[in-house]
């Protein structure tokens, strides 16, 4: 969870759920003042859509017209909570015209090319200086929120039904049915990506301890 790639702009993941709108559109406001042509993009998981940091970055985003996407990853359950249980409307993305911004829907967000190319669309009017926009799209997750999440809030039979809809085993199939890849070409990016996990994990594990000097590194103190 927690990976962050400062050099390929990934500013990294949150264990404070909402945590990172603040600092989305922080570096929104950045992108703004510098005149970058680069926009934002904050995603978030349907647990985080009522926190209080919600409401406040989606506004102060709107009346200061910043370059950013806030991503609504909605799989239905916040650890076990269901999505229906606490929030009085169908979908979160409505919630977009309170704060006078588009809100844009994919139903199925398992379709690779179907969230692509509304990506495209949208990428385009934020990189515009239109302001920021709301996007929310319907996934699953197959396993547990956390290794102690037994998951008895769903059924195995839902889950199976899900995992029929495999956004990687789907596009897999859009690239061979286009001949785009070969069967081959599929083998060898499953073995590079393998062969990439199993380095950083020897990576990390052959690695010395942090000393405890490092936990004061980066800390800003007037
Ligand atoms: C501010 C805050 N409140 C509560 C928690 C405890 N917590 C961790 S994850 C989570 C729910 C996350 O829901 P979602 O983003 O939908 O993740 P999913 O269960 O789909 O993986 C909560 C309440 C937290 N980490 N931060
Ligand atoms: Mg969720």
């Given at each position: 969870m927690h990976i962050a790639d400062l050099d390929g702009g990934n500013l990294g993941a949150n264990?404070?759920?909402?945590?990172g709108m603040g600092m989305a559109i922080g570096a929104a406001l950045t992108q703004k003042i510098k005149k970058t042509d680069k926009i934002v993009v904050c995603f978030f998981g349907d647990g985080a859509v009522n926190e209080g940091t919600f409401h406040e970055t989606l506004n102060m985003a709107s009346i200061w017209k910043l370059p950013v996407i806030f991503y609504s990853i909605n799989n239905m359950y916040g650890i076990s909570t269901p999505i229906s249980s606490v929030i009085n409307?169908?979908?979160?993305?409505?919630?977009a015209a309170s704060y006078g911004i588009p809100g844009h829907f994919?139903?199925?967000?398992?379709?690779l090319m179907a969230v692509y190319n509304k990506f495209e669309e949208i990428v385009k009017y934020v990189r515009e200086g239109n302001g920021p926009v709301l996007v929310e799209s319907i996934t699953y997750r197959y396993?547990?929120?956390?290794?102690?999440?037994?998951?008895?809030?769903?059924?195995k039979e839902e889950v199976d039904e899900w995992k029929k809809k495999d956004p990687i085993l789907r596009f897999e199939q859009y690239l061979l049915d286009n001949k785009l890849v070969t069967k081959k070409d599929i083998e060898a990016i499953e073995k590079a990506s393998e062969d990439a996990v199993e380095e950083s994990v020897k990576f990390a594990l052959s690695s010395p301890e942090p000393t405890l000097e490092s936990a004061f590194e980066d800390i800003f103190a007037p």
């Open positions: 264990g404070i759920v909402g945590g409307i169908d979908y979160n993305y409505r919630r994919i139903e199925d967000g398992n379709d396993l547990g929120h956390s290794t102690s999440d037994p998951g008895k809030y769903r059924t």
